[in-house]
């Protein structure tokens, strides 16, 4: 069995640069062994931070330098149909055989592109890598928490998935064995082969894997890594960290004061650390002020990381001219609806919090903000808990905020149908009753599984409601770039399941059960019309994007944006977040560097979306927390022109 290593962390932490370290790392200290590197995060950066081309390929590269490293970015659709290709039939036979539906019903359902694609097609892809008996060593790169913790509950869920796929399959003994008559095996082989493969990916997730767990010294992060790991741990079996990386550390006594708070909040985060995971070793990332780019530059990076030593690094500062401000005022919020996009931990939620506080108390209209993404910290900006019902915040009532438990909307739904199923599946005709007995109990197992992808769904529902209760302004903080695609993808994707449900039902129009869905599908449909047509209209929605004017952040944001203006969703503005000022950085050399990279992103920025109104966020020494934070935060602002 191979080593294998996950990295995992809130968005922004730098997870791909500290796995891609150690990846190269392994791979130049073992040069006669294969070590993979993969990114399971649908809006992958590896390639930006190897400087190579992968985006393109299916299958592992291999890299140029020392030792035989490989570098993955997995391509989840073509995967995830493969893999489709590969047991559709089996899967058709054995629900053709135990449900109402036929192989002809659900066929165009599994055509369809089907959420938690990105969760589904890491484990495959992981799977692969593991049986190809090619690597000594694998290095995952994960998506943010909320979809990674998604990631290793995986295999439980494909496990409710086959005990439902084994019930369907058992139909014909059920009826044999109270009517007579011969009994088919469906599926035993294929359902056989498949508990073995997640039971072995199960093993292998929690017994051999180690999780390195990437953090940074800022409070949101660290609060987020000891939920998330707490979540993990609670895993059956347990998830346990190995190890931790407090990166972007400042540490010594410098003489620049914001490298000084820096390096207080770095032996902050340290004891707070080794206090939450006693026993766990921690190591320190440096932060040099500069991107880490290139096979290079990341091999230095794991030698500082790993072994303690000084961190020396060969990265020149670009030349760029001044960036070019006017004083500017936070927008007030003019649309109904206000999604807040962008790549993990460039300040979504406290840019959402500072647009809802600013429209608040300019305009004083009802605000409610709700954040749909897995890992929420609305409570940390609000310095309350908050949970899945809206409640005020700030003590203003017409303030309100709310955070997504998308695993409490699906059982509160499950239960709701269940009652429907009971109902429709007690009937005492002759010759009926074991069908709708049986129906009722294959739908029961079904309804055990929280499928992958469940956020995305329901949030698209929660949004709905907060349009139909007449909310005058909803600003959504929305989850880390490759998930906040999939969300606004999926109106479309659930106009043609419903499209396609519809027809299927239409079919089976004489039972009870058929109908009623028939109905609740139809309506669903309706609305998800509705939202489309929201989504798309600049006058009721619009989008705002956050970056940090670093490279990895720019290019992942650029794709972004394009990917929206595909979806043809309208992008009012731009938030650069954290930019530092001169009179702010003074002599010192590491934040003038960064300021030099800063100013270079800026720009190019600047050149290629003209069209945006693109505003600059003075960076904050201290997280934004409560009324006094934001009002801080929301009384500067900048514009490039």
């Known amino acids: 069995m191979p080593e294998l290593a996950f990295f995992v962390g809130k968005g922004g932490v730098g997870k791909t640069t500290v796995s891609a370290a150690y990846a190269v790392r392994r791979a130049v200290e073992n040069p006669s062994q294969r070590v993979l590197l993969m990114s399971t995060d649908p809006a992958h950066s590896l390639a930006d931070i190897l400087e190579v081309r992968l985006d393109e390929e299916a299958k592992p590269v291999r890299l140029r330098g020392r030792g035989k490293l490989y570098a993955w970015q997995v391509n989840r659709e073509k995967l995830f149909r493969d893999f489709l290709d590969r047991y559709k039939e089996e899967i058709l036979a054995i629900i053709d055989a135990g449900a109402i539906f036929s192989r002809e019903d659900i066929a165009p359902l599994l055509d369809s592109t089907l959420p938690g694609m990105a969760e589904?097609?890491?484990?495959?892809?992981?799977?692969?890598?593991?049986?190809?008996?090619?690597?000594?060593?694998?290095?995952?790169?994960?998506?943010?928490?909320?979809?990674?913790?998604?990631?290793?509950?995986?295999?439980?869920?494909?496990?409710?998935?086959?005990?439902?796929?084994?019930l369907a399959a058992s139909r014909d003994r059920v009826?044999?064995?109270?009517?007579?008559?011969?009994?088919?095996?469906?599926?035993?082989?294929?359902?056989?082969?498949?508990?073995?493969?997640?039971?072995?990916?199960?093993?292998?997730?929690?017994?051999?894997?180690?999780?390195?767990?990437?953090?940074?010294?800022?409070?949101?992060?660290?609060?987020?890594?000891?939920?998330?790991?707490?979540?993990?741990?609670?895993?059956?079996?347990?998830?346990?960290?190995?190890?931790?990386?407090?990166n972007r550390a400042v540490t010594g006594s410098p003489r620049c004061r914001m490298c000084q708070e820096k390096a207080q909040a770095t032996r902050a985060a340290r004891s707070f650390l080794e206090k939450q995971f006693r026993g766990v070793h921690i190591y320190l990332g440096k932060d040099p002020g500069s991107p880490i780019l290139g096979v290079g530059n990341l091999r230095l990076f794991a030698e500082h990381v790993f072994s303690g030593g000084p961190l020396k690094l060969d990265i020149p500062a670009?030349?760029?001219?001044?960036?070019?401000?006017?004083?500017?005022?936070?927008?007030?919020?003019?649309?109904?609806?206000?999604?807040?996009?962008?790549?993990?931990?460039?300040?979504?939620?406290?840019?959402?919090?500072?647009?809802?506080?600013?429209t608040r108390s300019k305009v004083?209209?009802?605000?409610?903000?709700?954040?749909?993404?897995?890992?929420?910290?609305?409570?940390?900006?609000?310095?309350?808990?908050?949970?899945?019902?809206?409640?005020?915040?700030?003590?203003?009532?017409?303030?309100?905020?709310?955070?997504?438990?998308?695993?409490?909307?699906?059982?509160?739904?499950?239960?709701?149908?269940?009652?429907?199923?009971?109902?429709?599946?007690?009937?005492?005709?002759?010759?009926?009753?074991?069908?709708?007995?049986?129906?009722?109990?294959?739908?029961?197992?079904?309804?055990?599984?929280?499928?992958?992808?469940?956020?995305?769904?329901?949030?698209?529902?929660?949004?709905?409601?907060?349009?139909?209760?007449?909310?005058?302004?909803?600003?959504?903080?929305?989850?880390?770039?490759?998930?906040?695609?999939?969300?606004?993808?999926?109106?479309?994707?659930?106009?043609?399941?419903?499209?396609?449900?519809?027809?299927?039902?239409?079919?089976?129009?004489?039972?009870?059960?058929?109908?009623?869905?028939?109905?609740?599908?139809?309506?669903?449909?309706?609305?998800?019309?509705?939202?489309?047509?929201?989504?798309?209209?600049?006058?009721?929605?619009?989008?705002?994007?956050?970056?940090?004017?670093?490279?990895?952040?720019?290019?992942?944001?650029?794709?972004?944006?394009?990917?929206?203006?595909?979806?043809?969703?309208?992008?009012?503005?731009?938030?650069?977040?954290?930019?530092?000022f001169a009179e702010d950085v003074g002599k010192c050399r590491r934040c003038r560097r960064a300021m030099k990279w800063q100013q270079a992103t800026v720009n190019t920025f600047k050149r290629r979306f003209p069209q945006l109104d693109i505003y600059v966020v003075r960076n904050f020494p201290k997280e934004i927390t409560g009324r006094a934070g934001l009002r801080a935060f929301t009384g500067e602002l900048w514009q490039v022109t």
Request: proline letters at 6%.
């Open 318 to 358: 670009p030349k760029s001219p001044q960036v070019r401000l006017k004083s500017a005022r936070w927008p007030v919020l003019e649309t109904p609806l206000s999604l807040v996009v962008g790549k993990g931990g460039v300040g979504k939620t406290t840019v959402s919090a500072g647009l809802g506080f600013n």
């Open 175 to 246: 009826l044999a064995a109270h009517f007579g008559g011969p009994s088919r095996r469906v599926g035993d082989e294929f359902l056989s082969d498949w508990r073995q493969m997640f039971e072995g990916i199960q093993e292998v997730l929690t017994e051999n894997a180690k999780v390195f767990l990437v953090t940074t010294s800022e409070k949101f992060s660290l609060n987020e890594s000891v939920r998330s790991s707490a979540r993990l741990a609670s895993f059956s079996p347990p998830v346990r960290i190995a190890a931790v990386v407090l």
């Open 120 to 166: 589904v097609s890491a484990l495959l892809a992981l799977h692969d890598a593991l049986i190809s008996r090619k690597y000594a060593r694998i290095v995952v790169d994960t998506a943010p928490f909320g979809h990674t913790l998604r990631l290793f509950q995986l295999p439980e869920h494909f496990l409710r998935f086959l005990n439902f796929l084994e």
């Open 364 to 580: 004083k209209a009802p605000v409610e903000i709700c954040s749909v993404d897995p890992a929420p910290s609305l409570d940390d900006v609000f310095q309350k808990e908050i949970g899945d019902r809206a409640e005020p915040v700030l003590g203003d009532r017409e303030f309100r905020a709310s955070e997504m438990d998308s695993e409490a909307l699906f059982k509160q739904w499950v239960t709701e149908i269940r009652s429907s199923i009971e109902e429709a599946t007690t009937a005492e005709i002759s010759g009926v009753h074991i069908d709708l007995s049986f129906e009722r109990q294959l739908l029961s197992e079904l309804l055990e599984i929280v499928p992958p992808g469940v956020d995305e769904v329901l949030a698209i529902f929660r949004i709905l409601g907060f349009l139909s209760r007449g909310s005058k302004r909803v600003v959504i903080d929305m989850a880390p770039t490759g998930h906040a695609l999939e969300l606004l993808r999926m109106p479309e994707r659930i106009l043609g399941w419903t499209r396609t449900l519809l027809k299927t039902l239409a079919a089976h129009r004489t039972l009870a059960l058929a109908r009623d869905a028939g109905v609740k599908v139809a309506e669903v449909g309706q609305q998800v019309r509705q939202l489309a047509g929201v989504l798309k209209n600049p006058r009721r929605a619009c989008t705002h994007t956050v970056m940090l004017a670093e490279p990895l952040p720019d290019r992942e944001t650029e794709r972004l944006i394009k990917d929206l203006g595909k979806l043809h969703l309208p992008t009012k503005s731009m938030f650069i977040n954290r930019i530092l």
